[in-house]
């Protein structure tokens, strides 16, 4: 029979009224075992048991009801019975705890920290370290600006043989005073580093730029620039001034991790990939700079921010002026800015170079730019010299060839030692003025002089490059090819069709670039189906093709299907164009899908063959801490 709870309440509060405070909490009790989860009865009970001056009792109640409150949700509720706990005995430090969590959640960050410091120092007083190190590791959490928290964790990890955290820890407290201005800080705590860690590159360089009296002055970058570092969407401006500081003072190693730091909470954001991108060429990174340049001034070029791709691009050539890529990306720049002769210049220098030193994988690239500058150039002595080295004869040769080409219409490219149209009967031969428009005038008809173009001749070659440069001249000659095949010519009444020729229409080939364009769009609004649909077709075009199988990895990564991301992955790094600085950014995100997985050891072999990449030092050395972190206890037990 359940208890008649009113009943059981009046006759508590009459029992209490009276001084007969034992059978009131008698009372109360009984309810306690009706209802255990109901932190309003323990609560009751304590204060009972203070008017009983039973401090230990009330104590136990008062901390069973904030349990209960907390279980319950009742944060106020529990945050206030936890102190009443504390007035009973001010020596329950590990109220503290669940205080600081408390506050915590509710925001109170400066409460919070003040509980969890309460307990943590109190915890140091009794030798109990580790556990000091997870709270000061909590207020951290919260208060990243805290530095005498930082400076506390840096210490206990020493006492406790941590020398990587501490170590980490120890940079952490540099950056941060530098960053505020207070260098003698920053100093101590680099030197922290150094007394540990002798060899460590970016605590060395800060202490000897000190000595050397190195300027603490910041550069003013001009707004509006690719070096500027401070927009409205920018991160708080003193890391990126720091990094830049530390740049112009050849301080990489802390310039790259401050950089590093802002990218892990503003993934992404431009300022500080062309801060790294930078770095990196002025370390002499220069295999990853290339990657970083060409991504950054592509992407540029997509968005029609010409300015910032003109900056990009001149500010690797500058260091690297003998850079295929960034000539090529230099010739679509001028191309976008109508100064097609300026772009012929750019695309013939990367002719010559690729001739001495051909890009792997990509053999035939100097005869798609030769295209590119044969269809761009406003002068006959570059195509004719540029002609004459790509196939060895001379110019005078080369000129004649060009010139014999322009007149009849057809495509630069020829077959050494062949005769021109021999797949024609020789009496059927036209004459150079009789290419397009001719006539059999008088001739006897036969059915077996008919010349007709293979469909695989000159129209599929530029269609092929249509494809690969998506130029709408090709597009125009492709049209005009087809045109060619298609006109037999007619007889001298111009009524009887003396040959019939069969083509197939060229089949109008996708724009790759807007579909990938498109893909990333969808990919941003989170409309990863569509997304992946404008990427499968993107990715069927050579040009688009390593880039379209990463975007569809990161499709599958943001929706929660790590397999399959690590699946397109593992299937495009087989092809033999996964190389280069695009291959190494395919594996850089195939290691962070395995981290990602805690496929530990397929990371670490993924990033040891990219070893400089971004920040793959530091990956691979936290995969090796916790491989032997895991490790430890084994030794111990044996």
């Known amino acids: ?20 405070i034992t059978e009131a909490i008698a009372e109360w009790k009984k309810l306690a075992a009706e209802a255990p989860a109901d932190g309003s009865i323990p609560n009751s009970i304590g204060d009972l048991y203070l008017k009983r001056n039973a401090v230990s009792e009330a104590s136990a109640a008062f901390f069973q009801a904030a349990k209960l409150f907390k279980a319950e949700g009742a944060t106020v509720k529990a945050i206030a019975t936890y102190k009443k706990v504390l007035k009973c005995d001010p020596t329950k430090y590990e109220v503290y705890r669940h205080l600081g969590d408390l506050n915590g959640e509710r ?39 805290n530095l005498s928290a930082q400076q506390r964790i840096a210490e206990l990890c020493l006492q406790d043989n941590r020398q990587d955290e501490a170590t980490e820890v120890y940079l952490q407290l540099g950056r941060e005073r530098s960053m505020q201005g207070r260098h003698e800080e920053a100093k101590d705590a680099y030197l922290s580093v150094l007394r540990i860690d002798p060899k460590n590159n970016e605590a060395a360089q800060f202490v000897e730029g000190v000595k ?31 990094a830049i500081r530390r740049m112009e003072e050849k301080q990489y190693a802390g310039a790259e991790a401050i950089l590093n730091q ?18 990196h060429l002025q370390r002499g990174d220069l295999q990853v700079a290339l990657g970083e340049y060409r991504f950054l001034a592509g992407e540029a070029l997509r968005a029609q921010d010409l300015p910032l791709a003109e900056t990009l691009i001149k500010e690797f050539l500058s260091a690297q002026p003998d850079s295929v ?52 150039s406003p002068d006959p002595e570059l195509v004719a010299s540029l002609a004459a080295k790509m196939n060895g004869t001379s110019i005078a040769a080369a000129e004649s060839s060009t ?24 009496h059927s ?28 001749t000159d129209a599929a070659s530029v269609q092929m490059n249509a494809e690969v440069d998506g130029d709408e001249t090709h597009g125009a000659e492709v049209r005009q090819l087809e045109a060619e095949h298609v006109t037999a010519g007619k007889n001298a009444d111009g009524q009887q069709p003396i040959a019939v020729v069969s ?12 579909h990938f364009t498109l893909g990333v769009a969808y990919k941003n609004m989170a409309l990863y189906p569509e997304a992946r649909e404008e990427f499968e077709i993107a990715r069927t075009g050579d040009t688009f093709y390593l880039d379209s199988h990463l975007m569809l990895a990161l499709c599958y990564k943001e929706e929660g299907h790590v397999l399959q991301a690590i699946q397109e992955l593992e299937s495009v790094l087989s092809d033999s164009r996964a190389q280069g600085t695009k291959g190494q950014a395919l594996r850089y995100e195939l290691g962070l899908l395995y981290e990602a997985a805690e496929e530990w050891t397929k990371a670490t072999v993924t990033f040891q063959s990219i070893p400089s990449f971004h920040d793959v030092p530091t990956r691979l050395a936290a995969i090796k801490n916790r491989n032997q972190s895991l490790a430890s206890p084994l030794r111990l037990a044996s």
Not at 332 to 352: F, K, P, T
């Open 107 to 145: 925001g109170l960050v400066s409460n919070a920290v003040q509980d969890y410091l309460t307990l943590a120092k109190q915890l140091i007083k009794e030798r109990k370290p580790k556990d000091a190190l997870v709270l000061y590791q909590k207020i951290v959490s919260l208060d990243p600006s």
């Open 403 to 426: 010139q014999e080409s322009a007149s009849s219409g057809s495509s630069a490219f020829s077959i050494e030692g062949a005769e021109p149209d021999d797949f024609r009967p020789a």
């Open 212 to 242: 050397k009296g190195g300027t603490i002055s910041i550069k003013a970058v001009k707004p509006g620039t690719a070096d500027s570092a401070k927009t409205t969407s920018s991160p708080p401006l003193g890391p990126l001034d720091e």
């Open 1 to 20: 029979m359940p208890l008649d709870r009113s009943k059981i309440l009046q006759q508590a509060q009459l029992l209490a009224s009276k001084g007969q």
């Open 325 to 376: 890529p960034l000539l090529e990306l230099n010739g679509e720049l001028c191309e976008r800015q109508n100064n097609h002769a300026a772009a012929a210049q750019q695309y013939a220098r990367a002719v010559e170079l690729l001739l001495v030193h051909p890009e792997p994988g990509m053999e035939g690239l100097h005869e798609e730019l030769f295209e590119k500058v044969r269809l761009l």
């Open 262 to 279: 802002i990218l892990s909470r503003e993934p992404g954001n431009p300022q500080v990939c062309q801060l790294l991108a930078r770095l």
């Open 429 to 456: 031969q036209p004459q150079p003025e009789q290419a397009l428009n001719f006539s059999l005038e008088g001739a006897e008809p036969d059915a077996t002089s008919v010349f007709v173009h293979p469909p695989s």
């Open 503 to 514: 083509t197939v229409p060229a089949t109008p080939m996708p724009d790759y670039e807007a």
